[in-house]
């Protein structure tokens, strides 16, 4: 290979364009769901900083679970969306 090839492949910009369309069409689904997620993230947040949400047990330990639940996916796909980015 030549240096400028080999350069040329290096450039990240040229790398990303190589990326094959279906990585391409995840990264846009993975992203579309972490929106989705950091959505719902900071609903749950809000619920839980009204003082009122603690007078029903079952309700807390709903959101506390909803939270878990987002949380973990959300490391999940962020996990995902850095491994595609390279």
């Known amino acids: 290979m030549r240096l400028s090839s080999f350069l040329l492949f290096r450039d990240p910009l040229v790398r990303g364009s ?5 990585a391409e069409s995840r990264i846009k689904r ?12 900071a609903s749950i947040e809000s619920e839980l ?11 807390v330990k709903g959101l506390m679970l909803d939270q878990a639940y987002v949380a ?8 995902e969306w850095l491994e595609l980015q390279c």
């Not at 190589?18 to 279906?22: A, C, H």
């Not at 973990?72 to 996990?79: F, N």
Request: charged residues 45%; neutral net charge.
């Open 18 to 22: 190589r990326r094959s369309k279906n």
């Open 30 to 41: 993975i992203e579309e769901t972490m929106a989705k997620l950091n959505a719902r993230k």
């Open 49 to 59: 900083g009204d003082p009122a949400v603690y007078s029903d047990a079952e309700k």
């Open 72 to 79: 973990k996916e959300l490391e999940q796909l962020e996990s």
